[in-house]
């Protein structure tokens, strides 16, 4: 895969664009593939964050984020969190021009919405795991593979096909033999939804002097070749924010706000942009919030925490069988629902704070996952029970995520602990030294699994890491290898206690046991900034740099204000001026 800076002078995007066309349209002239096999994965990242065999957050097994929220993937260091105290103005400034390649799901989405009934594509073409902010849909990722073009080669001829096929689909004049006026009308009207823009003059009159071409040699096809050429256009698989005089276009500001809170192109949006109505902070903000309703009309922000917190990965989990036989394909589901339904009841059902995400103890349930917990089933399949703290207290102690942070045969004590220090604290865990080497808890049936780790911490050379991990993890012990809450580990009482070791040597904050830790997760100005920084990390689609400070501070001062309300954060973020401005002049 090759990449590019997220960052581009305008000049070079707009000859990336151009570019980019040029290479697909050569692609539409071709017959059969460019080589290679076409499959839909070849040229794929291999950090896809894919669940396997043996869940390991470390390793990508789990399916929980794996890119730490640290250092750039070109190495670079990582800015400090926001703190209490402003950075220099004259350090901050507005990111430089950009293109960003949309998601397989993003593309999915503009296509059923401009073309309801079309054949669903996204799986055939290839996934990506985070990159370096951490999320899918990373805005680094610009160049397209060998592989990524064949693919996208086959959807759009798929797509193509389909609309010839049902020529209702695009426009009924397409079912007799079109004249220009009819290829003017589906360039003009279809090219509007796919880029998400009107189409100047210029590029209209493109569009319809190429099928004209393609007509005079094969009259049958040129239709086919022309939808082919509109679903291979870079304007349609990328999207721009290139800015004009550093601040973004009402099209483009609709795209970046539509498509960070939905994966999706803007809807009512196309109308305030076309009436200039995308120009001000109360504008977004009334847009934002109309889609912040629930996660049906932010399916963007279902994935802010389904890729942070990796509870989808519950459904690839593979357990010993023998160790776990209550744990089914059905409940694996059940838990994926569970986790959903239960951040989308902190947000929208209480008072939607990052405290009561961290700390919560009500969750929907249906009858078969309150009798694996074995607690009362709620009336209805759905409906939420509430669990004693000591059981359960916030998203970190869900079914779906102490089941995906664990082993196939038990509990992974480093494995949760690095996933709080990094997801929830946003620490760094270096690798461990070459000349260190992994020392295997001991097999035990006398020991619990916090005793037989007692190397990580008499060791010096592990306990330099270990210590930032496996503290943490002690805390979630109460939960086995398959989300079940327990009180023993090999017939001996578990000892949930810990402290949380400040990574910058301040002083440490001890708990008792994982409702202890939540709460003082929840307590911690830490916590906040990590949380800060990852949601901004997501709606920009980039890693944070030191000249975003002051938006990160703005933002961090607004969170503190809200008591933490996250879905004021998100519509702080797609509102700020670094969202919707551009480096002038770049």
């Known amino acids: ?106 593309l999915a989405r ?30 680094e990722r610009l160049m397209l593979s060998q592989g990524d073009v064949e693919a996208h080669f086959v959807v759009a001829g798929r797509l193509a096909d389909a609309i010839v096929a049902k020529p209702d689909l695009a426009a009924p004049c397409l079912a007799r033999t079109p004249d220009a006026a009819c290829i003017g009308t589906v360039v003009r009207d279809l090219g509007r939804k796919l880029f998400r823009r009107p189409l100047e003059q210029a590029e209209q009159d493109e569009l319809v002097a190429y ?29 721009s924010e290139l800015a004009r005089d550093g601040a973004m276009t009402g099209w483009e500001r609709a795209s970046a706000l539509s498509y960070a809170l939905t994966d999706g192109p803007p809807d009512a949006m196309f109308a305030a942009a076309e009436q200039g109505k995308l120009s001000t902070k109360a504008e977004l903000a009334a847009h934002a919030r109309r889609l912040l309703t629930g996660f049906a009309g932010a399916p963007g922000l279902r994935r802010l925490f389904a890729e942070l917190y990796g509870y989808e990965g519950v459904v690839t989990a593979v357990k010993d069988r023998e160790r776990y036989p209550a744990f089914t394909a059905s409940i694996a589901t059940a838990m994926r629902t569970e986790a959903e339904g239960f951040i989308a009841h902190a947000l929208w059902s209480e008072d939607g704070t990052l405290a009561t995400l961290l700390t919560g103890t009500r969750t929907p349930l249906d009858k ?3 009798g694996y917990y074995g607690v009362t089933a709620p009336a209805t399949d759905g409906g939420t029970v509430t669990f004693p703290p000591q059981r359960r207290s916030g998203v970190l102690t869900l079914g779906a995520l102490t089941t995906v942070l664990a082993r196939s045969d038990e509990s992974d004590i480093v494995a949760r602990g690095r996933f709080v220090r990094e997801r929830v604290l946003c620490g760094e865990i270096p690798p461990p030294p070459p000349d260190v080497p992994a020392i295997p808890p001991p097999a035990s049936a006398s020991l619990t699994h916090r005793e037989r780790l007692s190397a990580h911490s008499s060791v010096p050379a592990c306990a330099s890491c270990h210590k930032f991990m496996d503290p943490l993890g002690f805390a979630l012990e109460t ?60 709606a920009h689609a980039r890693r944070d740099t030191v000249a975003d400070g002051c938006s990160l501070w703005g933002a961090l001062q607004g969170f503190q204000e809200s008591s933490g309300n996250i879905i004021d954060l998100v519509v702080a973020l797609v509102t700020d001026d670094q969202f919707v401005t551009r480096r002038a002049n770049h």
Do not use: W
């Open 1 to 106: 895969m090759l990449h590019q800076s997220t960052s581009v002078p305008r000049t070079t995007a707009r000859r990336a664009l151009h570019g980019s066309l040029g290479l697909l349209i050569a692609l539409v002239a071709c017959s059969g593939n460019i080589g290679g096999s076409g499959r839909a994965d070849d040229g794929a990242d291999s950090d896809d964050g894919a669940g396997g065999s043996t869940p390991d957050p470390t390793t990508g097994g789990s399916g929980a984020v794996t890119t730490p929220m640290s250092g750039g993937s070109d190495g670079s260091p990582t800015p400090p969190l926001p703190g209490p105290t402003p950075p220099n103005p004259a350090t901050c400034a507005p990111p430089a021009p950009r293109i960003v390649k949309l998601t397989p799901e993003q």
């Open 110 to 139: 503009t296509v059923a919405a401009a073309l309801p009934a079309t054949p669903a594509f996204a799986d055939a073409l290839p996934k990506y795991g985070p990159g370096a902010s951490g999320f899918s849909h990373e805005s």
């Open 211 to 239: 099928h004209k071409s393609e007509a005079a040699a094969d009259a049958a096809s040129a239709t086919r070749q022309l939808l082919r050429r509109m679903f291979l256009s870079p304007h349609f698989l990328f999207r």
């Open 368 to 370: 078969a996952l309150a």
């Open 479 to 538: 939960f086995d290898g398959a989300g079940k809450f327990r009180t023993e580990d090999h017939g001996r009482p578990i000892d949930g206690s810990g402290e949380i070791v400040d990574q910058d040597g301040g002083p440490s904050v001890a708990f008792k046991d994982a409702a202890d830790l939540a709460s003082k997760l929840a307590a911690s100005p830490a916590v906040a900034a990590c949380f800060v920084r990852t949601a901004f990390r997501f």
